[in-house]
């Protein structure tokens, strides 16, 4: 059983920064891919980031790439930099572990999420 706690969300002006962290409860974080996914009312939960297990590869969905970065610790922790942020990118944010970094949202746990609000 793996449990995650996101921290970081918040409301920030458009082209703003704001970092998510995703704190895992497990003895064997280090075998799980990590992924963070996002959603808003009405909507599917849509991927914007995942890292593999070592941490050697990330992958982004488009509408983030360049801005936001995906990143993990040996301390148990993922994290979600995100910058030149737009209104667009408000949504309730979502960390997830998983056997496999993947772009679609079949990971295994799942955290609370924690919401991101970007003012224009």
């Not at 895992?24 to 991927?47: I, V």
């Not at 209104?87 to 309730?92: C, G, I, K």
Request: with cysteine; net charge positive.
């Amino acid at each position: 059983q793996v449990q995650l706690v996101e921290s970081g969300g918040g409301l920030v002006q458009a082209g703003g920064s704001l970092r998510l962290s995703c704190a895992a409860s497990t003895r064997t974080f280090s075998r799980y891919a990590m992924g963070w996914f996002r959603q808003t009312p009405g909507k599917e939960r849509e991927f914007v980031a995942a890292i593999t297990r070592s941490g050697a590869s990330t992958y982004y969905a488009d509408s983030v790439k360049g801005r936001f970065t995906i990143s993990r610790d040996s301390a148990k922790n993922t994290y979600l930099q995100m910058n030149s942020l737009k209104p667009e990118d408000t949504a309730v944010y979502y960390c997830a572990a998983g056997t496999v970094a993947v772009t679609i949202p079949n990971y295994d746990y799942w955290g609370q999420g924690t919401q991101v609000t970007v003012s224009s």
